[in-house]
T-cell receptor
Framework: GNSVTQMEGPVTLSEEAFLTINCTYTATGYPSLFWYVQYPGEGLQLLLKATKADDKGSNKGFEATYRKETTSFHLEKGSVQVSDSAVYFCALRSNSGYALNFGKGTSLLVTP | DAGVIQSPRHEVTEMGQEVTLRCKPISGHNSLFWYRQTMMRGLELLIYFNNNVPIDDSGMPEDRFSAKMPNASFSTLKIQPSEPRDSAVYFC?????????????FGPGTRLTVL
């Protein structure tokens, strides 16, 4: 079946550091890939998405590239801010349905 | 737009009691999803509806769980009887699913504690 594996947290970084959160997936066919972010006490929000191989999703300085050869969709940001502290979820949607399969989430804490 | 509305935000109940969680999706959306979030299992899809019809309920843990969507603007998730292992945050999400759109919008969640 479909599944998503992402690096375990928590990840602690200093402000302006470079961020990478790894995500790999298992799926048949050509899934769509997503990153969602959850701020404390809130529901998940879509951060970015990519729907086909080599697509790059980007938003708010975050970006991720759909790599079919390595079945990966790693999230990166060049310079994190304290306000980026949140839990980040990688997810996929297969091309045969609408449900999302989520990874377990990676907690990010950015300190001043 | 008010976004997805869930109630209650917090629920504390005793084992064996019936619990009903409520969700109002974003107006115009045609799909609704119920998820459960726990530390151990992460975020799990319980059930989703398209045009008020349940499409996939394979994630519903057992017969104690039931979900309904009587109309396009309201859904309930019921647990009867509740057990301590049902303690979790339950999220509702809605979406307008089309060939080019699939973003899910999440509500703030209901934190359920079963004593």
């Amino acid at each position: 079946g479909n599944s998503v594996t992402q690096m375990e947290g928590p990840v602690t970084l200093s402000e302006e550091a470079f961020l990478t959160i790894n995500c790999t997936y298992t799926a048949t066919g050509y899934p769509s890939l997503f990153w969602y972010v959850q701020y404390p006490g809130e529901g998940l929000q879509l951060l970015l998405k990519a729907t086909k191989a080599d697509d790059k999703g980007s938003n708010k300085g975050f970006e991720a590239t759909y790599r079919k050869e390595t079945t990966s969709f790693h999230l990166e940001k060049g310079s994190v801010q304290v306000s980026d502290s949140a839990v980040y979820f990688c997810a996929l949607r297969s091309n045969s349905g609408y449900a999302l399969n989520f990874g377990k989430g990676t907690s990010l804490l950015v300190t001043p | 737009d008010a976004g997805v509305i869930q109630s209650p935000r917090h629920e504390v109940t005793e084992m064996g009691q019936e619990v009903t969680l409520r969700c109002k999706p974003i107006s115009g959306h045609n799909s609704l999803f119920w998820y459960r979030q726990t530390m151990m299992r992460g975020l799990e899809l319980l059930i989703y509806f398209n045009n008020n019809v349940p499409i996939d309920d394979s994630g519903m843990p057992e017969d104690r769980f039931s979900a309904k969507m009587p109309n396009a603007s309201f859904s309930t998730l019921k647990i009867q009887p509740s057990e301590p292992r049902d303690s979790a945050v339950y999220f509702c999400a809605s979406s307008f699913l089309s060939g080019t759109s699939d973003e899910q919008f999440f509500g703030p969640g209901t934190r359920l504690t079963v004593l």
